[in-house]
């Protein structure tokens, strides 16, 4: 039987947005609404089964409704940037999905899905209205089912005649009345006023509808009476505005709304180009492009087969004839932690020479030749990833030196935000012949397995073989490009030195990290004590639904927000109770130590190896687009260092020899830094110049008052638009951070560029030049692509814009670290210290240093980070030492 789901893409991506924690893609857009919607809607086919779909959007902010009442939905502030530029984004999905879409001038997704479900429903159809208004529950019907979404879009509510009957005593017709009485807020529609849902509803039930409560005002009393007789008008209007329109010239067919389900061929592009890595698994579709039929591709070529020898003890002589023109260096591993992965086998090719070697042989002593020429840094290797496979073969025991040329650092510097980075994806993207992606080969997740030798032995071959033709392409762009100084003398190096630090680790005092665990413990537990106490009971307080009733009918706190199993207690909610009671506090302080507790004490347990006593992190070289790196297994750029507790973390790092010390030097606000150069803001470099405190210095400016007199409040202000300044916040980002309305927030921003009218050249300049040139550079000529920064639609471009503008200094920010890390690296050899670098966390180097060494190091290391780059302010690098990572800070 045929079954039409309609969705209104306006509430639902609304609420995505709202519910949804951020979520941004390599490119730096903000994703998190489409990727609930996306949820949401993939829960709806797999449960549902449609037939047919259609996803209806309002046309524009003018609908048939302002001519009757121009305040229509006037009290809405404007779409926050960080939601308007995701509708082109589910737009776009929409088409992959094959979900038909429709919207219509002058009136909003209401009445197109209005009037579609009555053209169904006449014809006897089922349908499913999907939507987050209550309005919408005036469509039930014996064939019309309307579902709201709860929770964000996490939970979702089915309502026909009868759940509309038992939760309000209405019929699916008098919800508009409900409306007409006690008004929408939300569509700033009045009502009555003193009339909220429970009175109307007591009225409806006795009288029914509007009109008969307002001709039978005569059997009511007092202010109630009143209320209605002199707002009888507007109850009317009210009623009228929140009809939805079921008549509307709506264009599409049955037909137009059919949906014979998700075609991977058109989904799977659309996915990824998102980044919904768990969806396109969800769907189990590959996460990577070249998995199956390319986009746009309707068959795929044939491998042409290449000369592979698969090694084996015999034919090792011969081979080693030939080792010293091997320049390209395949290692197969297999798990996403390089310090744990498994190595599968290596290989070695030279122009159209390709050798296989199997692990067992690799290890064997007939191979001893080869594991001393991975060894030789004398012995340029050239391939794909040369950093995972350095610590691969470090865990292995095997050595490994000479890294030249690394195609995914070349990728990335070429294409920063380009999603499918693979050797098949690359491969694909430049046109050579085809490489099947690893899936195809080893199978995927719990299916994986490793083939035969002789499988595996060609599909590695085939790998090499596409690595030489790769490099002498890349290394033309790169040379077009001007980016040969950043890929040879910074990115190849650092990676050196990362997969130093990577194999070198962390020593962590484990009967510490007890302790603390144990120190959390006894702290949580005289909170829910002292929680217990104030709340006159005993509750599980980690129950929703038992908090709400302690909280809001218990001790009568003030409802901020409701949910489908009761009152919602999340920390949006909790952090505006604050103020009303003692025991929310408590309540947020037990939630942040349990955070600390279950993810950073247990959880950096389970991360020390054996072996070392040591945590290994996993530096990420090519993932964010700003050129930041990125830290896992276990990420220790996310350590929490806000609250006491949270640095208190930092104590269990250590040195790993007895006597050592721990060194921790960080730049000062380098980001602010790099803008006074590159914007050439005289405001600015006077304040870093003179050392002033350039929050202060801003807040003085702005309000135009002396530096004395600026208080807290006025200097936090200021911290949050400078910062906010770097990463392109909008009105609605600072009026949240500063918890200010967004008129408050704009006017403070405007004040800003008032001020320093140099970074608001800077701001246009850099979008006309990126217009341009389709792109933005660092200092360093990091490169980064603005495909929409010329869009005609307004939200991409916008989004563009921003980025334009931020990626210049955050970027070359990055660049200053890690050129640090170079310099740092040398002068450690120049002077032939022992001290040895440990961990980069954004702005910050920390070391461990021998005793005898620390009086240098406290000062070459932040001499050697104030000359990283020259620019017109001075850089400044604070240093600080202990006998813990705390103790350094």
């Known amino acids: 039987m045929d079954k039409l789901i309609l969705i209104d893409g306006n509430s639902i991506i609304y609420r995505a947005f709202f519910a949804m924690p951020p979520l941004t893609n390599t490119k730096g857009q903000h994703t998190n609404a489409v990727y609930g919607f996306t949820n949401m809607l993939l829960r709806l086919i797999q449960d549902e089964k449609p037939t047919h779909m259609m996803v209806a959007f309002d046309a524009g902010k ?18 926050p940037p960080e939601l308007s530029e995701q509708f082109p984004m589910l737009r776009e999905l929409l088409k992959g999905l094959n979900i038909a879409q429709f919207e219509l001038s002058g009136f909003e997704a ?10 169904a429903d006449d014809q006897n159809r089922q349908v499913l209205v999907v939507s987050g208004d209550k309005d919408m529950l005036q469509l039930a019907s014996d064939n019309v089912k309307v579902v709201l979404t709860r929770k964000g879009v996490t939970e979702l509510e089915p309502y026909g005649i009868a759940e509309i009957k038992e939760r309000y005593g209405l019929t699916p017709a008098q919800i508009v009345d409900l409306k007409g009485l006690m008004g929408d807020t939300s569509d700033n529609i009045p009502g009555v006023p003193g ?11 006795q009288f029914g509808s509007v009109e008969e409560v307002l001709s039978r005002t005569d059997e009511l009393k007092g202010k109630q009476k009143e209320n209605l007789i002199n707002h009888a008008d507007d109850a009317r209007m009210s009623k009228q505005l929140a009809t939805i329109f079921r008549e509307v010239p709506v264009e599409p067919s049955w037909e137009d709304m059919v949906f014979s389900g998700i075609d991977e061929e058109k989904a799977a592009p659309a996915l990824r180009k998102l980044e919904f890595k768990s969806l396109l698994e969800r769907l189990n579709f590959a996460v990577h492009a070249g998995s199956s039929v390319e986009e746009g591709a309707t068959s795929r070529p044939p491998q042409a087969p290449v000369d592979v020898v698969l090694l084996d003890e015999a034919g090792i002589p011969a081979m080693l004839d030939l080792l010293s023109d091997i320049d390209v260096l395949h290692v197969e591993t297999y798990g996403e932690n390089p310090h744990q992965a498994s190595l599968i086998g290596i290989a070695l090719s030279c122009e159209e020479r390709h050798f296989y070697v199997p692990l067992a042989l690799l290890k064997s002593e007939a191979a001893t030749p080869i594991r001393q020429w991975l060894a030789d840094p004398k012995s340029p290797k ?4 040369l950093h995972r496979m350095d610590l691969v073969l470090h865990w292995h025991d095997i050595a490994f030196e000479g890294a030249a040329f690394d195609i995914q650092l070349a990728a990335y510097l070429l294409d920063p935000t380009e999603s499918n980075q693979t050797l098949s994806g690359l491969a694909s993207k ?30 590695l071959a085939y790998k090499a073989a596409a690595a030489q033709l790769l490099i002498p392409l890349q290394e033309e762009e790169l040379a077009r490009n001007e980016m040969n100084h950043l890929f040879y003398e910074l990115e190849m190096p650092l990676s050196r030195i990362l997969a130093d630090m990577e194999k070198q680790g962390i020593a962590v005092n484990r009967d510490a990290l007890q302790a603390l665990g144990k120190e959390f413990e006894g702290q949580i537990s005289k909170l829910v004590h002292h929680i217990y106490e104030l709340a006159g009971t005993e509750f599980n307080i980690n129950s929703p639904k038992q908090l ?15 949910t489908k199993t009761g009152y919602s207690t999340d920390a949006e909610v909790l952090e505006k109770l604050a103020p009303y009671h003692d025991i929310v506090q408590s309540i947020l302080s037990y939630r942040q130590l349990a955070k600390l507790q279950s993810t950073y004490v247990e959880g950096l347990l389970k991360e020390i190896r054996p072996q070392t006593g040591r945590v290994h992190t996993y530096y990420r070289q090519t993932i964010a687009a700003t050129g930041r790196l990125s830290s896992q297994f276990p990420n220790l750029q996310n350590i929490p260092i806000r609250m006491e507790e949270g640095r208190k973390i930092r104590k269990v790092f250590v040195p790993s020899e007895s006597g050592w010390h721990i060194l921790a030097a960080d730049y000062s606000q380098i980001e602010l830094r790099v803008l006074a150069h590159i914007s050439n803001d005289e405001r600015l470099k006077e304040a870093f110049i003179n050392d002033m405190d350039i929050h202060t210095k801003t807040a003085s400016d702005v309000f135009g008052i002396p530096a004395d007199q600026v208080d807290s409040d006025m200097r936090r202000s200021a911290k949050a638009v400078n910062f906010g300044i770097v990463y392109g916040i909008s009105d609605y980002g600072l009026s949240q951070n500063l918890n200010i309305t967004r008129k408050e927030a704009a006017q403070f921003i405007d004040q800003y560029f008032e001020v320093f009218q140099g970074v608001r050249k800077y701001m246009v300049d850099i979008v006309k030049e990126a217009k ?11 490169r980064r692509y603005l495909p929409e920064i010329n869009a005609s ?11 334009a503008m931020n990626t210049p200094i955050q970027g070359t920010a990055a660049d200053i670290i890690k050129l640090a890390m170079v310099l740092m690296n040398e002068a450690l050899k120049e002077h032939k210290l022992k001290s040895r670098m440990l961990l980069q966390v954004h702005d910050e180097l920390v070391f461990e240093v021998p005793e005898d060494e620390l009086e240098i190091m406290k000062k070459l290391v932040p001499e050697t980070m104030e000359r990283a780059l020259p620019l017109s302010v001075p850089l400044k690098a604070d240093v600080s030492e202990g006998l813990n990572w705390y103790e350094a800070k």
Request: hydrophobic fraction near 30%; proline fraction near 4%.
């Open 382 to 385: 050239k391939g794909y990833d």
């Open 110 to 119: 209401d009445d197109i899905i209005g009037t579609v479900s009555k053209m």
């Open 772 to 782: 341009q040139d389709g792109y933005v550079t660092t200092l360093l000529e990091r």
């Open 62 to 79: 003018e609908t048939f409704r302002h001519e009757g009442y121009k305040d229509y939905k006037g009290g809405r502030e404007k779409t």
């Open 548 to 562: 709400g009733e302690i909280l809001f009918d218990k001790l009568g706190l003030p409802v901020m927000k409701k």
């Open 195 to 205: 009339i909220g849902e429970k009175t109307a509803l007591k009225l409806l039930h």
């Open 793 to 803: 639609n307004f939200n991409l471009r916008s989004f563009a814009e921003r980025t």
């Open 430 to 459: 430049y046109e050579l012949p085809f490489l099947a992606p690893d899936d195809e080969i080893f199978g995927k997740g719990a299916k994986y397995k490793i083939p035969a030798d002789d499988v595996l032995g060609q599909h």
